[in-house]
């Protein structure tokens, strides 16, 4: 199956500082990428939907000015945590839907992101 | 946010035992999917359902996708210690979307 990578696995940041993540499609194109947040022991919850070139849709709940997301080539996409407090501390995964593909879509690793 | 109900939440049995978790919904889905998440990782994808009433197989893993389009369940057969770990199902609704909703998630743990 197609391979999506996430940079960095995972974090430990200050209180107040932004921390941003990467997600690669490695072999494929993305036209949509999606942002998930899972915090421990619970299920995977949609942040946004990033399209290729254009402005993320974000999911009722979720600050677009805290959680920052560029997509800006078909293969990457990032997520920047701005003014992080512990609270944001979770797991942070990323998908991406094949572009002409609409059924298939790939999970990234996930990055852990840990706020002191 | 909005999540699919998913059951049981855990459980643990015997290896070579039969497993059967189930995911339900309020809201009628045009996919269903079944996905595995190993811890610290992200969730790989088991079993994919497109059609009401379809069965599909995946080696030891059966799921199907109810007729209503509210339902879906996943069967794994003859349990091995690898099949430890959390299930979730996942529904897609509205065609071009592309959103999946996420299933509470049912942890399995399979005893030697």
Known sequence: GAVVSQHPSWVICKSGTSVKIECRSLDFQATTMFWYRQFPKQSLMLMATSNEGSKATYEQGVEKDKFLINHASLTLSTLTVTSAHPEDSSFYICSARVAGEPRRKFFGPGTRLTVL | ?112
């Open chain 2, 1 to 112: 946010g909005q999540q699919l109900n998913q059951s049981p939440q855990s459980m643990f049995i015997q290896e070579g035992e039969d497993v059967s978790m189930n995911c339900t919904s309020s809201s009628i889905f045009n996919t269903w999917l079944w996905y595995k998440q190993d811890p610290g990782e992200g969730p790989v994808l088991l079993i994919a359902l497109y059609k009401a009433g379809e069965l599909t197989s995946n080696g030891r893993l059966t799921a199907q996708f109810g007729i209503t389009r509210k339902d879906s369940f996943l069967n794994i057969s003859a349990s091995i210690p690898s099949d430890v770990g959390i299930y979730f199902c996942a529904g897609q609704g509205r065609s071009g979307t592309y959103k999946y909703i996420f299933g509470t998630g049912t942890r399995l743990k399979v005893l030697a």
